[in-house]
């Protein structure tokens, strides 16, 4: 009813302006204001629920396949993602020698705890179909429910094809996806998701599209939501990060900032790790866990050296036991 509304406001202003049979230059002013403002409303403010990762153009698909490759852990993920390489490329092979392929879906769901590299994996896709001719720029656009459904009647539609028009020629990526369906009474995830199914279909020689989030809530969200069971067929599964795997994110970090731990801070960052993994739950936060662990290590290094007299290069590069958090 919003055009009604401001047709209504300006025939009742124009109304007032004429009561006394004269339209001053003011008033002709205010009337102009009155109509732009009501028919032209200012512009959305940014969406801070967004986050729009660029892609480099001079990168080449070998180093997103090295990046890939470099990546600890994730064997699965990662030996899925190369068959799904190779499948886009002999695909589009048959049809450059004029034979039939079968349609491609590129979207995906990925599935699993967080912290396990899914954001992370999506970037990597995303720039992958833009090496293999899928999408033309390539990059990702990463939100949440928050950054799909909007306050007020009649504007959740507006703010998801704003942020899948953000995303065209690239990658949406929809994390905790489930969490677009409430039972809450006037909730608007419906109207999310029937608009952004429409625009799926609508934009689909531009639009990839990525869900994630836990494994049980997403198979549940996808199998009772027929617009998207049919569209996407292609799970990846992000197992949690074991212990030894834990082990090298954190030596990795000290890599690059040029820490090192000694035996005994080893021995006790092995057994921090281990108990966190046996103990985890299911919002473990798994590569989250291991970054806030160090850190943590950090501060407290900090805390233990600052009143020392004479600070050398070796103490402050020295991660010792008592540096370690518990877990």
């Given amino acids: 009813m919003f055009d ?14 004429k009561a006394d049979n004269v339209v001053t230059k003011y008033e002709e002013e205010t009337l102009k204001a009155i109509f732009q403002i009501t028919h032209y409303p200012l512009p959305e403010e940014k969406n ?9 153009k001079n990168e ?21 993602v190369k068959s799904l390489i190779n499948y886009i490329k002999v695909q589009k092979e048959r049809e450059k020698v004029g034979l039939k392929s079968s349609q491609v879906s590129y979207h995906c769901v990925f599935t699993g705890s ?15 179909y833009l090496h293999l001719g899928v999408l033309s720029k390539g990059h990702l656009v990463e939100t949440d429910r928050s950054g799909l459904i909007a306050e007020y009647v009649g504007q959740t539609a507006m703010k998801v094809n704003r942020t899948v028009d953000s995303a065209l020629n690239g990658v949406l990526f929809i994390d905790e996806a489930y969490s677009l369906v409430s039972e809450l009474q006037g ?37 009772t939501n027929p617009g998207f069971k049919s569209r996407f067929n292609r799970y990846i599964v992000f197992a949690d990060y074991t212990p030894p795997e834990m082990e090298e994110i ?28 046996n103990n ?21 290094q900090a805390n233990r050296i600052a009143g020392t007299s004479e600070i050398t290069k070796e103490i402050l590069t020295t991660i010792i036991a008592d540096d370690i958090p518990n877990a």
């Fill in 4 to 17: 009604e509304y401001a047709t209504a406001l300006c025939r009742f202003a124009t109304i007032l302006s």
């Fill in 48 to 56: 801070n629920a967004l986050n729009i990762s660029n892609v480099d």
């Fill in 60 to 80: 080449t698909l070998d180093e997103v396949l090295s990046e890939l490759d470099s990546l600890t852990g994730l064997e699965a993920v990662k030996q899925e």
């Fill in 114 to 128: 967080p912290g396990t590299g899914k954001t992370t994996i999506a970037r990597i896709v995303a720039k992958i």
């Fill in 187 to 223: 909730d608007y995830g419906k109207e999310a998701i029937a608009t952004l199914i429409k625009r799926i279909e609508d934009d689909r020689d531009k639009l990839v599209v990525i869900l994630a989030g836990y494994t049980d809530e997403m198979k549940t969200f996808i199998d």
């Fill in 250 to 277: 954190y030596k990795q970090s000290c890599k690059k900032l040029d820490y090192k731990l000694t035996v005994e801070a080893e021995q006790r960052l092995v057994a921090v790790l281990g108990t966190a993994y």
């Fill in 280 to 300: 985890r739950d299911k919002s473990f936060g798994n590569g989250r866990f291991v970054r806030n662990t160090f850190e943590k290590t950090l501060e407290k």
